[in-house]
């Protein structure tokens, strides 16, 4: 089965610290998901990030990684080949 929400090799940076760095998962119908680590981890920034909410407001860009999630009113129809999907992708724009 398709997976609501898949998450790969997410990279998050504020200037020149790297606070997420190559996070991929993937989240199925039924299932949930604990993130967990020490503070200062990552697991906000990730979570933002999925949002499209980690730019606003802060130095924090999404370096690379593919967030592709699959519209839960589209699953409801009787095949999962026709749901709508959103993905972003994202790439590193500076030289490293």
């Known amino acids: ?15 020149s610290f790297t606070a997420v760095d190559r996070v991929s ?12 680590g020490e503070s200062g981890s990552g697991k906000s920034v990730t979570a933002l990030s999925i949002m499209r909410l980690v730019e606003l407001g802060t ?7 593919e967030i592709l999630s699959v519209s839960l009113a589209a699953r409801s129809s009787t095949s999962c080949s026709s ?9 590193a724009t500076r030289s490293r």
């Open 1 to 15: 089965m398709e997976p609501l929400l898949s998450v790969r090799d997410l990279t998050v940076t504020f200037g």
């Open 25 to 36: 998962f993937d989240l199925h119908e039924g299932q949930t998901l604990a993130v967990v």
């Open 59 to 65: 130095r924090g860009k999404i370096e690379n990684g």
């Open 83 to 91: 749901a709508r999907t959103t993905c972003a992708r994202f790439a």
